[in-house]
């Protein structure tokens, strides 16, 4: 199976950073049952997940995803995506590194081959032809089918996708840096335009903003609640125009905030499936609903509208 554009099943990759962090091992087993038995098929997760947690090392995420996939004998119905290159510097993306990094991710996830390998950050002070070429040589082991960039810029990786043609590896053919409805920075106008020029996909992660969008925060005490209340705060300045625009969408067409907000993700270009993550199964369900909301191209507009400049 191919990563894109084909990318099967529905349109969601779900994010693995909640599994064994948020999620315990049962309830993260019942998160990706309900995932699979919807029709789901890609999985997102990396070596750091849950590295910033006490008393964790990193891996936690994949560990829970490989026991899961040996259990359920579904490696082979699955697009298994990880990430390398957050748990250190620079010497990270040494040849060697990357081999040992997804060698260690293989073991961790049960399987061995991935269907997508990041490189999960940029280092601008390494010539993009080393990185190139150490992760083409993830590649040429025969134990990666195809590249992703994640945090990376236009400059930077249309730069990389020359240097593997010139070289003969395996480009990035996807790209996953942070897009949504209140923060579109790192997917802007230069990077849509090169994604669609080089054929390459682009998976957003935060599609919800890391729960913003869910409508849950409003008011200085819903920010002190929850794991992930400090990582929304940074939205909220810009973020009330949006939500007052999702608002009157949700009354509109009945759909739940984060549906809005998911349903206008797979309509910007180059998108093809957004990120999103989920706790319980009930949150999935809701995480869901996006797949059968039909917004019309006005609300499109006036969401795209919604926020400030």
């Known amino acids: ?13 779900l994010g693995g950073n909640v599994f064994g962090w948020t999620a315990a091992r049962d309830e993260s087993f019942a998160v990706l049952d309900a995932f699979h038995e919807a029709g789901g098929r890609m999985i997102d997760t990396a070596d750091v ?37 957050m748990m250190g510097g620079k010497e990270l993306y040494e040849p060697v590194r990357v081999l040992r990094s997804l060698d260690a991710s293989l073991e961790r996830l049960r399987t061995d ?12 002070e390494l010539p ?10 993830a590649v040429a082991s025969g134990k990666v089918r195809e590249l992703g960039a994640s945090n990376f810029n236009s400059e930077r990786l249309s730069t990389a996708f020359d240097a593997a043609e010139a070289a003969g590896r395996t480009p990035f053919t996807v790209l996953q840096n942070e897009y949504n409805l209140v923060s579109r920075d790192k997917y802007a106008e230069d990077l849509q335009a090169l994604c669609t020029a080089r054929g390459i996909a682009m998976l957003p992660f935060y599609g919800l903003a890391a729960g913003y969008l869910s409508g849950k925060y409003r008011t200085a005490e819903d920010f002190e609640r929850g794991a992930r209340s400090g990582s929304v705060r940074g939205y909220a300045e810009k973020g009330q125009p949006v939500l007052g625009a999702m608002d009157e969408i949700s009354a509109e067409t009945g759909a739940s905030l984060p549906a809005i907000a998911l349903a206008w993700l797979i309509r910007q270009t180059g998108i093809p499936a957004p990120i999103a993550s989920a706790r319980t199964v009930e949150q999935l369900h809701d995480l869901l609903e996006f797949t059968r909301v039909e917004l019309s191209e006005d609300q499109i507009a006036r969401l795209t509208k919604s926020l400030p400049s």
């Open 1 to 13: 199976m191919s990563v894109h554009p084909a990318i099967g099943g529905i349109p969601l990759v």
């Open 49 to 85: 997940y849950s590295a910033w947690v006490e008393g964790h090392q990193g891996g936690e995420s994949e560990r829970v995803i490989g026991e899961w996939l040996e259990s359920r004998g579904v490696r082979s119905e699955m697009l298994i995506h990880t990430k390398t290159g």
């Open 128 to 137: 993009i032809e080393e990185i190139v070429e150490a992760f083409g040589g």
């Open 113 to 124: 081959y991935l269907d997508l390998y990041y490189a999960h950050k940029d280092y601008p």
